[in-house]
């Protein structure tokens, strides 16, 4: 997808760069001291790639969001929902996201959400991929077709260079185009019922 084709307003919050992350690129080209400022351009690079100019960089510790005092996390997302009113929040299920930092950023947004008055909650979609899932909360409810945006969904994935690699991605063959369709034309999400 490529946002600047519809009349969609996209805000992209990010609560970390990924810098204490152990991938350093195949070969290596970054280390601890370079990373953090290689994962920011791999970042601004991935959301140009699908139109989103409106990146917010939250400034959180990578690995340490679960730590993090909830008052200012959620005081963060907070002041962000305030700002923009949004009508839709795309975020990390709460406990299905595998990685602490994605289960603990899921969790911020529902807390934060769901301290909202109801009339006035944005709709809150949550990606969710943990081995057992679909066990977990059944099927998704929002099956999005991608198909038509597969280029522009490549070139910000492989945007993170430091942490992807297309042996990573795909496997170690070419996939043919009906792979990559099959496994990158649709994203998957299920909305959050807050009770």
Not at 5 to 27: D, F, H, K
Request: charged fraction near 25%.
């Amino acid at each position: 997808m490529h946002l600047d084709q519809g009349s969609a307003e996209v805000t992209y919050a990010c609560l970390t760069l990924g810098e204490m992350g152990r991938n350093m690129g195949i070969p290596p080209f970054a280390n601890r001291v370079t990373l953090p400022s290689i994962r920011k351009q791999e970042l601004e690079a991935s959301c140009r790639a699908i139109g989103i100019s409106d990146l917010r960089m939250l400034g959180f510790h990578d690995k340490m969001i679960e730590f993090e005092d909830k008052a200012k996390l959620d005081g963060s997302i907070e002041a962000l929902i305030q700002e923009l009113n949004p009508s839709l929040v795309i975020t990390f299920h709460p406990t299905l996201s595998v990685h602490p930092d994605h289960n603990a950023c899921g969790a911020a947004v529902i807390r934060t959400i769901g301290r909202m008055p109801a009339e006035h909650r944005p709709a809150v979609h949550c990606m969710a991929f943990a081995n057992n899932h679909e066990q977990e909360i059944g099927k998704p409810d929002i099956i999005n077709d991608v198909t038509g945006y597969l280029k522009q969904k490549m070139a910000s994935i492989q945007a993170h260079k430091s942490q992807f690699q297309a042996a990573e991605l795909l496997g170690n063959k070419k996939l043919s185009d009906a792979e990559i369709q099959a496994r990158f034309g649709t994203e998957r999400f299920w909305t959050y019922r807050f009770s």
